[in-house]
């Protein structure tokens, strides 16, 4: 029986995103699991809010298209020897990948480091904090 069956891998679309998408491919490949790339598009961002409200006009779709499309030049230009399956979403990351993961039944989510004091980063209530915290599965964190 494998460790992992199931890696949701996280981006963000920042200066992690290259090293996140070769942590996931490298270990899906070696472990022989599947791979889902999650994309959350944080349209109305807002403190500690659980709730994400609607735009009123084409915005939602307008980042959507974006996202789909730098998420796939993005696994265009990565050397991932997997398929991984790409999801994007909306909503709060925090709340959408910890969703998502029970939602797809992943065992380990894969995400990216930020700032330079990433141990008050966790302590704070950051996105990395918030998944560490709620998660029911294992979580790396990559640099």
């Known amino acids: 029986m494998a460790i992992y069956n199931n ?3 996280a981006v963000d679309f920042s200066d992690s995103t290259t090293s996140v998408l070769q942590h996931s491919a490298a270990l899906a490949e070696q472990l022989n699991c599947k791979l889902i790339i999650l994309h959350v598009v944080d349209y109305a961002p807002s403190p500690d809010i659980d709730r994400v409200l609607p735009p009123a006009d084409e915005t939602e779709n ?4 974006e996202a789909k499309s730098r998420l796939n030049s993005l ?6 020897h ?3 399956r790409a999801l994007i979403v909306t909503g ?3 709340i959408e990948i910890v969703r998502i993961a029970e939602k797809e039944s992943a065992d ?4 990216g480091a930020h700032g330079k004091h990433r141990l008050a980063g966790l302590l704070k209530g950051s996105t990395e904090g918030r998944i560490l915290d709620r998660a029911t599965c ?5 640099r």
Do not use: F, Y
């Open 7 to 9: 890696i949701l891998s």
């Open 62 to 65: 307008r980042l959507m298209n």
């Open 75 to 80: 696994l265009a230009l990565a050397s991932i």
């Open 82 to 84: 997997v398929s991984p």
């Open 92 to 94: 709060h990351p925090k």
């Open 108 to 111: 380990l989510i894969i995400i």
């Open 138 to 142: 294992d979580v790396l964190v990559v």
